[in-house]
């Protein structure tokens, strides 16, 4: 081992005994060489930092470079200019990529370009069909013209591209019906007075000027809710006071009989004679006149 690379080894030795000294770890490095990615690179006089476009890791990554290329032109041919403003341009996802590099093996412009395609090629493999088109739904929270401005971009990716009236009809398919059943009309017509069609019966639905089904659907569903468990509520308490309610016939061991539906014996008698049987045999009597007379 040559004097060189002893050396190299035991600065990197050093650095790593600062960095668990300083509590880091295994995590990198927080000096200022380490974090600035292009240190070298010094900025031409006057130059302004123009407002990029941000990628956030969706959509075409070479039309991407395109426009960040043209965002950028004012800087010529300077590719290390270029490569040390690249990451400003991007956010999210392709923001993390970016810093996560180890930028020692990107030499040109070039290198970096195909690190980056590389790593987002998946959105350019991911072909968009008219099945994904008319699943593409409006989320609650997003106005219908961004939402229709993002289908129609992805709709613009679709191979072979369609045509003005297999593109309304693929658009109403994804519409949920507070939409579909308003936006008929919009057939055979361009894209942009369907967006226009959209607006409206956005602003409908929020003004109540338009009843919304799928809110009457959710009201009757819950009122049909409500019937079942007062129903199945109103069995159960049927249920259990018939089961509380002792059976025909029998009578709880533990309570005794009640006093009030006792009776007595009953004993015939006869002014206050001993009852004597009757005999069996038949007497005639003979009648007997009474003459009342007047007195004198």
């Known amino acids: 081992m040559g004097e060189p690379d002893e050396l190299a080894r035991k600065m990197k030795s050093l650095e790593q005994n600062i960095k668990n000294i300083q509590g880091l770890g295994d995590h990198k490095s927080v000096l200022f060489s380490d974090l600035c990615m292009f240190l070298h690179i010094h900025l031409p006089p006057g130059f302004k930092t123009p407002k990029f476009e941000k990628y956030d890791?969706?959509?075409?990554?070479?039309?991407?470079?395109?426009?960040?290329?043209?965002?950028?032109?004012?800087?010529?041919?300077?590719?290390?200019?270029?490569?040390?403003?690249?990451?400003?341009?991007?956010?999210?996802?392709?923001?993390?990529?970016?810093?996560?590099?180890?930028?020692?093996?990107?030499?040109?412009?070039?290198?970096?370009?195909?690190?980056?395609?590389?790593?987002?090629?998946?959105?350019?493999d991911i072909v968009q069909d008219l099945n994904s088109l008319s699943n593409m739904k409006k989320k609650l929270a997003e106005s219908f013209k961004v939402y229709a401005i993002k289908w129609r971009e992805q709709a613009a990716r679709v191979k072979p591209p369609m045509d003005d009236h297999e593109l309304i009809t693929v658009f109403l398919q994804a519409q949920n019906p507070d939409y579909f059943q308003n936006m008929i009309s919009a057939m055979g017509r361009p894209f942009a007075d369907a967006i226009n069609i959209g607006e409206m019966i956005e602003n409908g639905l929020h003004t109540g000027r338009i009843i919304s089904q799928e809110a009457l659907k959710a009201t009757t569903q819950k009122?049909?809710?409500?019937?079942?468990?007062?129903?199945?509520?109103?069995?159960?308490?049927?249920?259990?006071?018939?089961?509380?309610?002792?059976?025909?016939?029998?009578?709880?061991?533990?309570?005794?009989?009640?006093?009030?539906?006792?009776?007595?014996?009953?004993?015939?008698?006869?002014?206050?004679?001993?009852?004597?049987?009757?005999?069996?045999?038949?007497?005639?009597?003979?009648?007997?006149?009474?003459?009342?007379?007047?007195?004198?």
């Open 57 to 124: 890791g969706h959509g075409d990554p070479i039309a991407y470079l395109k426009r960040y290329c043209n965002q950028l032109r004012g800087a010529g041919r300077n590719e290390e200019l270029l490569m040390t403003y690249f990451g400003e341009s991007l956010v999210g996802v392709a923001s993390e990529w970016f810093i996560d590099q180890d930028i020692s093996y990107w030499h040109v412009w070039d290198d970096m370009a195909q690190a980056f395609v590389k790593q987002f090629q998946y959105n350019i």
């Open 223 to 296: 009122i049909q809710n409500r019937a079942d468990h007062l129903i199945n509520q109103t069995k159960k308490d049927e249920e259990a006071m018939m089961a509380s309610q002792p059976k025909r016939g029998q009578r709880g061991a533990s309570q005794p009989p009640d006093p009030r539906c006792s009776v007595a014996p009953q004993y015939a008698m006869f002014n206050g004679q001993s009852y004597t049987k009757a005999s069996n045999r038949q007497h005639m009597w003979a009648p007997t006149l009474t003459y009342l007379h007047p007195r004198q």
